[in-house]
C-alpha cells in the first residue's frame, strides 16, 4: 500500500480513549451525514489544523515542510472525507493517519540529509558533540530543547508531542498511532535520557535549566 | 517492550523540575500566519481543477462519439449510394439484355410488366423503410 493512501479500518489503532475522541467529533459526524460536508470540513479544519501543524512539525522538523504537509494532509482528508465511515474509528484518529502517513511519504522522499561541515552552524554542532562535557548553550531553555532534538525518534517524538499537546497522553497515542502504554513508556524513557544527559552537561541542578 | 511494566512505572509528574522546564522549553508551536488562507485557496484550486478535469473529460468524450457518429453516417451514405448504383445498373442490364432475349424465346412481351413490378419492389421496399423508421401509419395502427 503507498505509504500516502488514505488509512483503513486495521491501520487505526485501537484505542481506550477512541470513544472519547469520536464523541468529541460527534458534530462534525452529524454534518457528514446531513450532507453538510463542506461545513464538517471547515469545523474538522478549524479544530484539528494546529494539532496537524504540531504533528507534522514533531515529525518532519522543519516549519516550511510541517506547513506543506499539514496543508497536504487536510486537502487529502477533504477530498476523502466522504468516504469516512465513522466505524472504521474517531475521525481524529483517521485525520492523524493520514497526516502520519503523508509526512513518513515526505521523509522517505527527501532520503539521507547530507551536510557538509563547511557550514557553520553544522560545525558549531560537530564541536559540541566533540565536546560533551561543555554545555552547548548557555540559555538552558536552547539546551533542553537541543537535548530534546537528540533523544531517539520515538522518544523525542513522544516528548515534543506530550508538551505540545498539554500532556494528554491520550492525544498523543492518537496521533502517533499507538497505544498509551507506549507512549508512557516513551516518556517515561525519554526524561530518564533527558536527566541524564542534563546531569552529564553538568546541569543537575534544576535552577541551572531555566 | 512491555507496556504493562512501562505503566507501573510511570509517574505523570515524576520530577516536577523537569516537568515545568520542558513546558517551557517546549511551548506549542502556534499555526503560521495564513495557514489557513492558504489551505481555503488551495481547496479552491483543487475544485477548479476538478471542473477544468471534469470539463475536459467531457469535451473529449463529445468530440470521440461524434468522430463515431460521422464515421457512421458517412458509411451509411457510401452504402446506401452504391445498393442505388448496383440496383440502377442491375435493373438496365435486365431490361436491355433480359426482356428482349425473353420476348425472343417464350414470345412473352414484358416491357409493360417489367417496369410495373419494378415499381411494387419499390414501392414495397419504400414502405418497409417508412415503416422501420417510423412505425406503422395512424390508421393502421390497433
Not at chain 1, 488509512?7 to 468529541?24: F, H, I, K, V, Y
Not at chain 1, 518532519?60 to 515542510?65: A, H, I, Q, S, T
Not at chain 1, 485525520?95 to 502520519?100: C, D, G, P, V
Amino acid at each position: 500500500m503507498p505509504l500516502d493512501a488514505p488509512p483503513q479500518l486495521m491501520d487505526l489503532p485501537l484505542n481506550s480513549d477512541a470513544s472519547e475522541a469520536a464523541r468529541r467529533d460527534g458534530d462534525i459526524v452529524e454534518l457528514m451525514a446531513a450532507g453538510a460536508t463542506e461545513a464538517a470540513f471547515e469545523r474538522l479544519a478549524a479544530r484539528y489544523s494546529p494539532k496537524v501543524y504540531r504533528l507534522c512539525l514533531a515529525m518532519l522538523r522543519d516549519p516550511g515542510r510541517a506547513e506543506e504537509a499539514a496543508q497536504d494532509s487536510l486537502l487529502r482528508a477533504w477530498r476523502a472525507l466522504a468516504g469516512y465511515r465513522s466505524a472504521a474509528g474517531a475521525l481524529s484518529t483517521w485525520l492523524y493517519a493520514i497526516t502520519r502517513n503523508r509526512c513518513l511519504t515526505l521523509i522517505e522522499r527527501s532520503g539521507p540529509t547530507m551536510v557538509s561541515l563547511a557550514d557553520e552552524a553544522v560545525q558549531a554542532e560537530a564541536d559540541g558533540i566533540a565536546a560533551p562535557d561543555e554545555p552547548r548553550s548557555s540559555d538552558g531553555r536552547t539546551l533542553l530543547s537541543q537535548l530534546v532534538e537528540a533523544l531517539p525518534n520515538a522518544q523525542r517524538l513522544a516528548v515534543t508531542l506530550y508538551y505540545y499537546e498539554e500532556r494528554a497522553v491520550a492525544e498523543v497515542a492518537a496521533m502517533l498511532g499507538l497505544p498509551e502504554a507506549t507512549v508512557k513508556t516513551h516518556l517515561h524513557r525519554g526524561r530518564q535520557a533527558l536527566r541524564a544527559r542534563l546531569a552529564e552537561q553538568g546541569l543537575a541542578d534544576p535552577a541551572l535549566w531555566l | 517492550m512491555n507496556p504493562t511494566r512501562a505503566d507501573d512505572v510511570f509517574d505523570p509528574r515524576p520530577d516536577p523540575a523537569l516537568d515545568d522546564a520542558l513546558i517551557r522549553a517546549l511551548p506549542p508551536p502556534a499555526l503560521p500566519a495564513g495557514f489557513h488562507v492558504r489551505l481555503q485557496a488551495a481547496m479552491a484550486a483543487e475544485a477548479a481543477h476538478d471542473l477544468a478535469c471534469q470539463r475536459r473529460q467531457l469535451e473529449e468524450e463529445h468530440a470521440r462519439r461524434m468522430a463515431a457518429l460521422e464515421r457512421g453516417y458517412v458509411r451509411l451514405k457510401r452504402d446506401t449510394l452504391a445498393t442505388v448504383l448496383a440496383v440502377a445498373f442491375t435493373a438496365g442490364a435486365v431490361v436491355q439484355w433480359g426482356v428482349p432475349w425473353l420476348h425472343a424465346t417464350l414470345g412473352v412481351d414484358l416491357s409493360e410488366l417489367v417496369p410495373l413490378l419494378a415499381l411494387a419492389v419499390g414501392v414495397v421496399v419504400g414502405a418497409g423503410v417508412w415503416v422501420d423508421r417510423f412505425g406503422l401509419p395512424r390508421v393502421l395502427r390497433r
